[in-house]
């Protein structure tokens, strides 16, 4: 018997089909058997269908003599389903790569529940990928099994029936099928969920959702969408029949209104001259299930009046809506009207020579480089006054006690921006602020570059989607210092900012606690270790890859987490940091979510400080990160998984080719890089004479005074004490891309 029965039916998908069924069967876990049913389809499926099914016993097809639609499709391969959970795939969606493993496991930690609920992902015509907007509800609904009266949050979610899979046994006993029609998924899912004594749920993205730009069936003009009074008045009827379900009719009653309205909103879904019956059907309908205590408020308030008057309150909030869009640009330009005015009032107030703003990463709080200043000159030079800008209060919130900040485009950011002598960033401050004569703006920058930046983008139009380079330039143009830890970055920021700044030689200033370690860096990775759990005999190794250029959204799994935990073997720990740009997306929905909650992976992407991870790790794993660079301070060993290196480069540009001028060994293979692991090669003698001389080189001039030495010679114009570092500049070696301007 196997663990999971996939029915799909198949009608008119041949250009989808065979991208569903591979997404299938090529999948790490095979212990399941996929039942296509050709619903009498007239294109290509057939042919398809029995081409798979030739060459994989699993696949079984059954070719129906005539068309019956998506419902009855299915039912048709119900009585052919032996597995132990029935999912049904619609033909144009797809599974992602390991999602039936982490369903499978997810069921046995669970003890095989009625219903298992997970993640999906709208995938769109155009590229884009969009995770489900409400997939906090899975994560919330924790580790064990519940009923839907403990957890109701959980029927907000999409009500389909592809986004759950469902114990055999429990579907068979409750007689539950699918009905004919359209929008058959609804007196499917509500039933089940009412009726399920042990739900669970899956915080994994294991379904791509297909948004096809046209050929979905539910986007038709039709009086066919009349069918959705018929399926939620089979969803009464199975409520009816059961006294301990009775209290859900409040819900199903206005969860029905809401529907049929959302259907009737839509502009192509009712032909015209139908749209006033469907309103009146709709509202006979509500009228007549409606529940004694019943609230009819908000949207499905206007179900209580007549069609006209529905239209009256459509085109009204149209109307305000339309008034609101173009009242916006009018409330910018004032608002940018008054900000110039009190820039240009403010201007004539002098500049106040102990104030310093601090602002990074686009403002999202106290990080990398301006941090470790601030926090030097609040210790050697407490006489300047430090402020920082923060995006949001919630930004604030984060902030340690007795930090002043200010939001962006307030008043008093006005006041600091155009009165500090200095403005130290890590990225370029927005358009609108004003440089005045006299201030001084330091740029700190983000690490040592490896992909391709600034002005290098214009001969990569596909990494420069969505940057405007020369507008990067103009604002680049209010540097006057750029802080570099090695010569090879500044070389790169003169080619990639051809603007009027001075290079600065200090050493980044976050690397100081990876240089000079002490007291403070080790209770750090401590309490790292303790806040994960994380054992403290156990090697931990970092993995953190970077985003790619040549995938729409950055992402792309190039490692497979679970297997690489487990390739580590007994005391190891896995953390993983995602690149900044990928936190809120899809990425973490693929998988590392779940692995994290499981405790086989540790998630550490929302650490705000990224040397904290480093201190805490033991070894490093990387693609092209420029994590490496950072990381390569400590001496600790560092692997290269170059797997896609060509595709990068093709798509980015890289200044240096990282895979010979590597800071221990390379894989090219997940392969190598579990053999690298395996062997112990991740930490012999060559993995240390490549690090020492990717040190020597890229490190040259990190010190752990370079936060003092931005202090004390920027801000306060004062030589540094004592003897400089005795690392000292020498010129560039190897295959780097780059020519001294």
Sequence with gaps: MPRFSLIIPCFKVQGFLREC????????????????????????????????????????????????????????????????????????????????????????EAGDPDVLVFDYARTYWWGGTRRNVLAEVLADAGAGTFTVGEHPEILDLLMVVWNKVYRRDFVEENGFAFPPGYYEDTPWTFPVMLSARQIATLDRICLNYRQRRQGNILSTTSRKHFDIHEQYQRVFRFVDTRAELWSWRPYLHRKMGEHCLD?????????????????????????????????????????????????????????????????????RAAGVRARRGLAR???????????????????RGMLGDPEAVYRKAREIAPQLRGVWVVRDEEAAEQLPPGVEYVLPDTRRYLEVTSRAKFLVNDVNWPGPLVKRPGSVHIQTHQGTPLKYMGADLLGKPGARHGFDVPQILRRA?????????????????????PCHFTSVRTGSPRNDVLVEGGEDAEAAAAQFRFRYGIP?????????????????????????LARFAADLGEGHTLVVRLHPTLATG??????????????????????????????????????????????????????????????????????????????????????????????????????????????????????????????????????????EPARVPRPAAGRDELAST
């Design 21 to 108: 069924l591979d997404s299938v069967l090529l999948q790490s876990f095979n212990d399941l058997e996929l039942i296509a049913v050709d619903d009498c389809s007239p294109d290509g499926c057939g042919a398809i269908l029995d081409e798979y099914a030739n060459r994989d016993p699993r696949v079984k097809v059954l070719h129906l003599p005539e068309n019956v639609g998506l419902g009855r499709a299915r039912n048709a391969g119900l009585p052919h389903a032996t597995g132990d959970y029935l999912f049904f795939l619609d033909s144009d969606d797809t599974l992602t790569p390991g999602a039936l493993r982490a369903i499978a496991d997810r069921l046995d």
């Design 263 to 331: 259907i009737l909103a839509k502009p192509d879904r009712l032909p015209p001259s139908d749209r006033a019956e469907f309103f009146r059907r709709t509202a006979e309908m509500f009228r007549s299930y409606r529940p004694e205590d019943a609230l009819v408020d908000g949207e499905v308030a206007q179900l209580e009046g007549g069609y006209p008057l529905y239209l009256l309150k459509r085109q009204a909030g149209r109307a305000a809506q339309e008034a609101g869009r173009r009242a916006a640009p009018v409330r």
């Design 477 to 497: 143009d209010r540097w006057d210092y750029s802080l570099v830890a090695n010569r090879h970055s500044e070389l790169v920021w003169e080619r990639a900012y």
């Design 586 to 723: 899809p990425a973490r929905g693929m998988g590392l979510a779940e692995l994290h909650r499981r405790g086989i992976v540790v998630d550490a992407t929302d650490e705000p400080h990224a040397e904290v991870v480093m201190l805490a790790s033991d070894a490093l794993v990387t693609d092209y990160s420029a994590l490496m660079f950072d990381y390569a301070n400590l001496d600790r060993p560092i692997v290269v998984h170059a797997d896609d290196w060509a595709a990068y480069t093709a798509s980015r540009g890289a200044y240096l080719d990282i895979t010979a001028e590597a800071p221990g060994h390379v894989s090219r293979s997940y392969r190598e890089l579990a053999w690298l692991f395996a062997s112990g090669a991740w930490r012999d003698e060559e993995a240390g004479r490549l690090r020492a001389d990717f040190r020597g080189r890229f490190c040259e001039f990190d010190d752990g005074r370079a936060a003092e030495r931005v202090v004390r010679t920027l801000l306060l114009g004062q030589p540094m004490p004592g003897p």
């Design 536 to 560: 403290e005999d156990h090697a931990v190794v970092l993995y953190a890859p970077t985003r790619r250029d040549y995938r729409r959204g950055g992402h792309v799994d190039r490692v497979d």
């Design 345 to 363: 009032l403010l201007a004539h107030r002098p500049l106040d020579p102990h104030l310093v703003v601090y602002s990074a990463s686009s403002h």
